[in-house]
């Protein structure tokens, strides 16, 4: 499979727990995205890596969510302390040069 | 935040016909780009146009781009059961990451037999 992975694809989070969401993008891709799709809506950008460096950061929506890709290639997206306004659908997405993103299936994240 | 709207929000429409959805968008932009949604997975690139560009074609899917009023639309010409999907535009900026991509509220097509 030469796509984008995403693990796991569901969770299940009691409020107050920590998570943490792992994407693996297709090999070779320097550019690695986050994106955050709530219920109905289209996905909202939260972070943005070029190899290992986080050049953007600027769509996190609190200092609970924390992101990483520490050799440039997997990536983990980790959220403390859930809120229940963290339900949402994780999506991965890489890409080669400027413009076209693979997506992968995305981790559904449930907090209760 | 979104970047735009799309309308419709919902389009039901039998196999055969035409689907037209459209997009509008509130800053300038590099490119547009529409993706396609299935229940349960990712995103999928369809097409994407330019900012000096006005209108593509891929297949059976075309695309208009108005950069004077800010918006978009995307025809999709003797749609199939397997179009149905959501369908996003998507926009990257001129400043920032140029690359980040800034999503519409998505068009659900419902295509029946």
């Known amino acids: 499979g030469a796509g984008v992975s995403q693990s796991p694809r569901y969770k299940v989070a009691k409020r107050g727990q920590d998570v943490a969401l792992r994407c693996d993008p297709i090999?070779?891709?320097?550019?690695l995205f986050w994106y955050q799709q709530a219920l109905g809506q289209g996905p909202e950008f939260l972070t943005y890596?070029?190899?290992?460096?986080?050049?953007?950061k600027s769509g996190l929506p609190s200092d609970r969510f924390f992101a990483e890709r520490p050799e440039g290639s997997v990536s983990t997206l980790k959220i403390q302390r859930t809120q229940q306004e963290d339900s949402a659908v994780y999506l991965c997405a890489s890409s080669s040069h400027a413009y076209e993103q693979y997506f992968g299936p995305g981790t559904r994240l449930t907090v209760t | 935040s979104q970047q735009g709207e799309e309308d419709p929000q919902a389009l039901s429409i039998q196999e055969g016909e035409n689907a037209t959805m459209n997009c509008s968008y509130k800053t300038s932009i590099n490119n547009l780009q529409w993706y396609r949604q299935n229940s349960g997975r990712g995103l999928v690139h369809l097409i994407l146009?330019?900012?000096?560009?006005r209108e593509k074609h891929s297949g059976r899917l075309r695309v208009t781009l108005d950069t004077s009023k800010k918006s978009s639309s995307l025809l999709i010409t003797a749609s199939r059961a397997a179009d149905t999907a959501s369908y996003f535009c998507a926009t990257d900026g001129l400043t920032g990451t140029a690359s980040k991509l800034t999503f519409g509220t998505g068009t659900r097509l419902q295509v029946t037999l």
């Open positions: 146009i330019r900012s000096n560009e």
């Open positions: 890596f070029q190899n290992e460096a986080q050049l953007d």
């Open positions: 090999s070779g891709h320097v550019s």
